[in-house]
């Protein structure tokens, strides 16, 4: 089972700063937070990960909780190509990626 | 440099007809998946390998065959094809199982119908 929890659903309007929360209350020590999307049913898009410290790249910024039960996935300027479905994935050592239904995200014009 | 890439993308069969599904990745990744997805959810491990020569089940593996060829190639057969096993298959790879800090890469799928 999915170790995360995710809103089924967002819209948020182009241009503007998309925030995903994803919960993940039972997260241990040694587990990564990944952020994959999926557009029109392409395979699924790697976008950033991290361990308890706030990554950005490119594509995105994560920022995780201090207690590390939850994070949020900010596209700073969202664009209607980032309408897709967004997984929030918690990994551990040895472990395979589990998909969850993710949160389907809309940017509205 | 191609990445994952998925051979055939489309294809019909009828029940009880077999058929293979292809994987290759030039990223010399030592771990492979097989993934599929029904309409309206998120993926489903079928199988995986850790790396050449070993292969595991993953959470829905009824129904399915795998092959580690070499390490390029990770083959997905359907012995037996059956109307449930309609969906979308995405392979995937990754530097390594155990390795934590790395991410997977996705083919664009092969889109099954059985009917």
């Known amino acids: 089972d999915a170790k995360t929890t995710q809103p089924p659903s967002m819209d948020c309007a182009e241009g503007r700063a998309a925030n995903l929360p994803c919960n993940h209350s039972t997260i241990s020590g040694n587990e990564y937070v990944y952020w994959y999307r999926q557009i029109h049913s392409q395979g699924p898009q790697y976008i950033i990960h991290?361990?308890?410290n706030n990554e950005t790249n490119e594509m995105a910024s994560l920022i995780i909780t201090e207690d590390r039960k939850s994070s949020t996935l900010i596209l700073p300027h969202a664009t209607l190509r980032d309408t897709a479905v967004y997984y929030c994935?918690?990994?551990?050592?040895?472990?395979?990626?589990?998909f969850g239904p993710g949160t389907r995200l809309s940017v509205l014009p | 440099n191609a990445g994952v890439t998925q051979t055939p993308k489309f294809q019909v069969l009828k029940t009880g007809q077999s058929m293979t599904l292809q994987c290759a990745q030039d990223?010399?990744?030592?771990?492979m998946y097989w993934y599929r997805q029904d309409p309206g959810m998120g993926l489903r491990l079928i199988y995986y390998?850790?790396?050449?020569?070993?292969?595991d089940k993953g959470e829905v593996p009824n129904g399915y065959n795998v092959s580690r060829l070499n390490k390029r190639e990770f083959s997905l057969r359907l012995e037996s094809a059956a109307p449930s096993q309609t969906s979308v298959y995405f392979c995937?790879?990754?530097?390594?199982?155990?390795?934590?800090?790395?991410?997977?890469?996705f083919g664009q799928g092969t889109r099954l119908t059985v009917v």
């Open positions: 990223m010399n990744h030592n771990s």
């Open positions: 991290g361990l308890k």
């Open positions: 995937a790879a990754r530097t390594g199982t155990a390795s934590l800090n790395t991410e997977a890469f």
């Open positions: 994935i918690v990994r551990g050592y040895g472990q395979n990626f589990v």
């Open positions: 390998s850790a790396s050449e020569g070993t292969t």
